[in-house]
């Protein structure tokens, strides 16, 4: 793994992370660096899997998937054992080990009731040093956070790549050919249309029509996955934040916009909103707090969970760390 990106590798990681599939064209044209110089310096990072692109089903698309997040208490001598686990399970999204060391909070796409009765009456009961866990369901995800670049771009070079800031267009019917090329998109989110065709066994330009349906109508979400950490991120923490009912869709909005949110959702439970934050360090975190929360009409309640070790991250098995 690398320990550290330089300014120009930053910006290009940031590119794509708001637009995984741009051109180096387009990439060169965001930051005003000649295309040769891009390819040069983006393509080993592609290449070592410091940057990973990939895809991510929008549950609100596939009715039979229950989006849900789990907050596990076990043994701090097994918590590693337990959240290897939980990554290997293709259905885990997120995985992430919190900060007190005894507590994993992982996100899953659950297929249908019978999977998510199984995980809760049966996987997680029948798992060693599991001592108790609660389940919240995610009943919206705010997907203004989808397109995120770690606050490294200007207004106007995000504007020009994300699309899926937008409001989505209507979304179209899953076709046959829809699952299968999102999993070869979840392999690998820069693959080229001829290179998907002759996977799946069609033409490029079936593959083209459909990639573009698929991310207009917000069925699929495109990703970047990078280690915060090498972007400047050191301190990543999940904010569970209660708010009144009726500010629930407000103020999950305005904080999925915020540069520092990477992910925002309402949730069943005490909580009523689950938020993704990255900062800095501890004082970035604070000021995020207390500048950017602390403004907020109607926060009624925030409990800050720092993030230890993230062992999945938008459904790929991170690295080992040493």
């Known amino acids: 793994m690398r320990r550290e990106l330089d300014e120009t590798e930053r910006r290009i990681a940031a590119v794509l992370m708001a637009s995984p599939r741009a051109s180096w064209r387009a990439v060169a044209g965001v930051l005003g660096v000649s295309e040769r110089t891009i390819v040069r310096r983006a393509a080993p990072l592609l290449h070592d899997g410091t940057l990973r692109p990939t895809a991510v089903r929008n549950p609100d698309r596939f009715p039979r998937l229950i989006p849900m997040v789990l907050r596990i208490r076990c043994r701090p001598t097994r918590i590693r054992a337990i959240a290897a686990g939980l990554a290997r399970r293709p259905d885990t999204i997120w995985v992430d080990i919190l900060g007190g060391g005894d507590e994993i909070s992982s996100v899953l796409f659950l297929d249908g009731p019978d999977a998510r009765t199984s995980l809760l009456l049966r996987d997680l009961p029948a798992t060693a040093d599991v001592q108790s866990w609660d389940a919240y369901d995610l009943m919206k995800v705010f997907p203004a956070s989808f397109a995120w670049s770690a606050g490294l771009l200007t207004p106007d070079q995000f504007d020009a790549l ?7 267009v209507a979304a179209p019917d899953i076709e046959p050919l829809d699952d299968a090329l999102i999993d070869q998109l979840t392999l690998d989110a820069r693959a080229g249309y001829s290179e998907l065709a ?3 066994g069609t ?18 979400r495109l990703a970047c996955e990078i280690d915060l950490r090498l972007l400047g991120a050191d301190t990543d923490a999940l904010l ?13 909005r305005e904080l999925s916009r915020h540069p520092q ?3 925002a959702a309402a949730t ?4 009523n909103l689950l938020v993704a934050v990255a900062a800095e360090n501890l004082a970035g975190l604070y000021t995020f707090l207390t500048k950017t929360v602390g403004s907020i009409d109607d926060v009624r309640g925030l409990e800050v969970t720092r993030i230890l070790s993230s062992v999945k991250r938008t ?8």
Not at 162 to 168: C, F, K, V
Not at 315 to 322: D, L, T
């Open 162 to 168: 994300t699309p899926l800031s937008r409001e989505p």
């Open 198 to 200: 002759a996977r799946l």
């Open 203 to 220: 033409s490029a330009s079936t593959v083209s029509r459909r990639l573009d349906q698929l991310v207009s109508g917000h069925t699929v």
């Open 240 to 252: 569970w934040i209660s708010t009144g009912p009726g500010s629930i869709e407000a103020i999950g």
């Open 261 to 263: 949110v990477r992910f």
């Open 268 to 271: 069943t439970g005490a909580a």
């Open 315 to 322: 459904g790929r098995i991170r690295p080992a760390e040493s």
